[in-house]
């Protein structure tokens, strides 16, 4: 079964830090493009970072530089998301996504979300 499971979410104050980790089963990972995505009340999905096939090269929204890291793991078939100076403004579900993998009639994998909420 083709699917992506995310973890570790939580609630945190401001400053604090989490890692949300993503599990991917059922396609060949190391071949395809990973992002997090964040949705937060009332506006629409953003990705807020992508890693290459390899993990040679990764992209970041403006506004998390230097907050977030992502990472992957080609041999668990693992991809990370590590949140350092959490800001209320981070609050949102967070989505593992595959954007290039064709699955069913349409291209990308979603994730189920990971609640992450801060606290002032």
């Known amino acids: 079964q083709v699917r992506l499971a995310e973890s570790g979410g939580g609630s945190v104050q401001a400053g604090g830090s989490l890692r949300l980790s993503c599990v991917a089963s059922?396609?060949?990972?190391?071949?395809?493009?990973m992002t997090w995505d964040r949705q937060a009340p009332g506006k629409e999905s953003e990705m807020v970072a992508e890693?290459?096939?390899?993990?040679?090269?990764?992209n970041y929204l403006d506004s998390v530089k230097g907050r977030f890291t992502i990472s992957r793991n080609n041999g668990e078939s693992t991809v990370n998301l590590q949140i350092n100076n959490l800001k209320p403004e981070d609050t949102a579900v967070y989505f593992c996504?595959?954007?290039?993998?064709?699955?069913?009639?349409?291209?990308?994998?979603w994730g189920q979300g990971t609640q992450v909420t801060v606290s002032s």
């Open positions: 059922g396609f060949t990972f190391s071949e395809y493009t």
């Open positions: 996504h595959a954007p290039d993998l064709f699955v069913g009639l349409e291209f990308g994998l």
């Open positions: 890693i290459s096939a390899t993990g040679g090269h990764a």
